[in-house]
C-alpha cells in the first residue's frame, strides 16, 4: 500500500512542478513589453542588405521616427520634387508659364523611365503636362527639359535659401547616362545627348559592376538629400508654406497620380489610404520612396531610402509596403 502513495505523490509532485513552470513562462511572456513601433520598423529595414535611411512624422501628434535620417543618400529621382516646387514657385511669379508648350525634339528624348521617349519628334507638350509625367512616370526626358528652363543652379539656390543643407540637385540625367558609357571608355566623354540616347546603356559583362560603383559614388548621383530634409521638403509642401494654396493643391495631386505603386502604397492603398509620393529607382541597386500618408487620423510624412542594395530586390520594395502599413495602422 505504501508503494502506491509513493508513486501517487511523485506523481503530483510532477504535475505541480510543469505547472508552475508553464504558469511562470506564461506570467514572464506576458511581462514582456510588445516590441515598439521603432523597433519594429527598425528590425524591418535593418534586415536588409542595403544602406538604409528613414524618417517619418506623424503631422498632427508631432510623433517622430529616426534611423539614421541625416546621412546623405543618393536621392536619383526624389530630387525631382525640388524642380516640381521651384517650377509652380516660378509659376506664381510669373518666370514660367505652365501652359506654354515645348517643342520635343529628338535630342531632348532621354532613356531610363518615362514615356516621353517613345513618341516622334514634334510632340508640344506644355510645361504642366512636363512636371506632372516627372512626377507621376519618373519622366527622365521632361526632367531635363524642365531643369533647363527653370536652371539647375536655381533650383540649388532655392533649396538652400530654405535651409536645406544636404539636398541639392547636381547634374542632368544626359550627364549621368553619359557618364556610364565614359566609365566603359574615357573617349565617350564627347557622345551628344543624341548619341548617348541612341546608344541606350552598356550591356556589356561589366555593366552592373561599373553601374553599382557610380551608384554608390555621392559625386555621381543625380540628386543627394538626407530621409530627414525630403519629409520636411514634403511637410512644406503639404501645409502650404512653398507656395500659394493653389500651387500646394495642385503638387500635392500632381504626387498623388504616382504611377508606380510597388513600394509606400503597396499594401495600404486599398485601406482608406491616399498616398502622395515620389519614387526614386535605379534596380537592383537603389529603390526610395517618399511621400505623405494621408488616412484617417494622418497625416503621416514618410522618407525611406534604400541604396547599395547587394539583396533581393523585390524585398526592398515589400520591406517599404510594410513600414508604411506599420504606420497607418499604430500612428492615428
Same mark, same amino acid.
Given at each position: 500500500?505504501?508503494?502506491?502513495?509513493?508513486?501517487?505523490?511523485?506523481?503530483?509532485?510532477?504535475?505541480?512542478?510543469?505547472?508552475?513552470?508553464?504558469?511562470?513562462?506564461?506570467?514572464?511572456?506576458?511581462?514582456?513589453?510588445?516590441?515598439?513601433?521603432?523597433?519594429?520598423?527598425?528590425?524591418?529595414?535593418?534586415?536588409?542588405?542595403?544602406?538604409?535611411?528613414?524618417?517619418?512624422?506623424?503631422?498632427?501628434?508631432?510623433?517622430?521616427?529616426?534611423?539614421?535620417?541625416?546621412?546623405?543618400?543618393?536621392?536619383?529621382?526624389?530630387?525631382?520634387?525640388?524642380?516640381?516646387?521651384?517650377?509652380?514657385?516660378?509659376?506664381?511669379?510669373?518666370? $514660367? /508659364?505652365?501652359?506654354?508648350?515645348?517643342? !520635343?525634339?529628338?535630342?531632348?528624348? @532621354?532613356?531610363? *523611365?518615362?514615356? +516621353?521617349?517613345?513618341?516622334?519628334?514634334?510632340?508640344?507638350?506644355?510645361?504642366?503636362?512636363?512636371?506632372?509625367?516627372?512626377?507621376?512616370?519618373?519622366?527622365?526626358?521632361?526632367?531635363?527639359?524642365?531643369?533647363?528652363?527653370?536652371?539647375?543652379?536655381?533650383?540649388?539656390?532655392?533649396?538652400?535659401?530654405?535651409?536645406?543643407?544636404?539636398?541639392?540637385?547636381?547634374?542632368?540625367?544626359?550627364?549621368?547616362?553619359?557618364?556610364?558609357?565614359?566609365?566603359?571608355?574615357?573617349?565617350?566623354?564627347?557622345?551628344?545627348?543624341?548619341?548617348?540616347?541612341?546608344?541606350?546603356?552598356?550591356?556589356?559583362?561589366?555593366?552592373?559592376?561599373?553601374?553599382?560603383? $557610380? /551608384?554608390?559614388?555621392?559625386?555621381?548621383? !543625380?540628386?543627394?538629400?538626407?530621409? @530627414?530634409?525630403? *519629409?520636411?521638403? +514634403?511637410?512644406?509642401?503639404?501645409?502650404?508654406?512653398?507656395?500659394?494654396?493653389?500651387?500646394?493643391?495642385?503638387?500635392?495631386?500632381?504626387?498623388?497620380?504616382?504611377?508606380?505603386?510597388?513600394?509606400?502604397?503597396?499594401?495600404?492603398?486599398?485601406?482608406?489610404?491616399?498616398?502622395?509620393?515620389?519614387?526614386?529607382?535605379?534596380?537592383?541597386?537603389?529603390?526610395?520612396?517618399?511621400?505623405?500618408?494621408?488616412?484617417?487620423?494622418?497625416?503621416?510624412?514618410?522618407?525611406?531610402?534604400?541604396?547599395?542594395?547587394?539583396?533581393?530586390?523585390?524585398?526592398?520594395?515589400?520591406?517599404?509596403?510594410?513600414?508604411?502599413?506599420?504606420?497607418?495602422?499604430?500612428?492615428?
Amino acid at each position: 500500500m505504501g508503494w502506491i502513495i509513493k508513486i501517487i505523490v511523485s506523481i503530483l509532485v510532477s504535475y505541480c512542478t510543469l505547472s508552475c513552470y508553464s504558469t511562470s513562462q506564461q506570467s514572464s511572456s506576458t511581462d514582456s513589453p510588445p516590441p515598439t513601433l521603432e523597433s519594429q520598423i527598425q528590425a524591418h529595414i535593418n534586415a536588409l542588405d542595403a544602406k538604409s535611411s528613414l524618417y517619418a512624422k506623424h503631422l498632427p501628434s508631432g510623433r517622430q521616427i529616426e534611423i539614421r535620417a541625416d546621412i546623405p543618400m543618393n536621392s536619383v529621382s526624389v530630387i525631382k520634387i525640388a524642380i516640381m516646387v521651384l517650377a509652380y514657385r516660378d509659376a506664381e511669379n510669373g518666370r $514660367l /508659364n505652365l501652359e506654354e508648350r515645348y517643342l !520635343l525634339r529628338q535630342q531632348d528624348k @532621354r532613356r531610363g *523611365s518615362g514615356v +516621353l521617349q517613345s513618341f516622334k519628334a514634334g510632340l508640344k507638350p506644355t510645361y504642366r503636362d512636363l512636371v506632372t509625367q516627372m512626377i507621376i512616370t519618373s519622366d527622365n526626358t521632361a526632367t531635363d527639359i524642365v531643369i533647363k528652363k527653370v536652371g539647375l543652379e536655381r533650383v540649388n539656390i532655392m533649396l538652400k535659401s530654405l535651409g536645406y543643407k544636404e539636398t541639392r540637385l547636381q547634374g542632368t540625367l544626359a550627364t549621368r547616362y553619359r557618364k556610364r558609357w565614359e566609365a566603359l571608355d574615357p573617349s565617350l566623354v564627347s557622345l551628344t545627348d543624341l548619341e548617348v540616347f541612341e546608344r541606350g546603356f552598356p550591356s556589356d559583362p561589366g555593366a552592373e559592376e561599373r553601374k553599382f560603383t $557610380l /551608384n554608390a559614388d555621392p559625386n555621381e548621383w !543625380l540628386g543627394r538629400t538626407t530621409a @530627414r530634409e525630403i *519629409s520636411l521638403l +514634403l511637410e512644406q509642401i503639404h501645409t502650404g508654406a512653398l507656395s500659394s494654396q493653389s500651387s500646394r493643391d495642385e503638387m500635392i495631386s500632381i504626387l498623388k497620380k504616382q504611377k508606380s505603386i510597388s513600394r509606400l502604397p503597396q499594401r495600404i492603398r486599398l485601406q482608406n489610404v491616399s498616398v502622395a509620393h515620389k519614387t526614386g529607382d535605379s534596380p537592383p541597386t537603389t529603390a526610395n520612396d517618399v511621400g505623405i500618408l494621408y488616412y484617417p487620423g494622418g497625416p503621416t510624412v514618410i522618407s525611406v531610402f534604400t541604396n547599395e542594395n547587394k539583396g533581393d530586390f523585390v524585398n526592398l520594395e515589400e520591406t517599404i509596403g510594410l513600414i508604411a502599413e506599420d504606420l497607418v495602422k499604430q500612428w492615428h
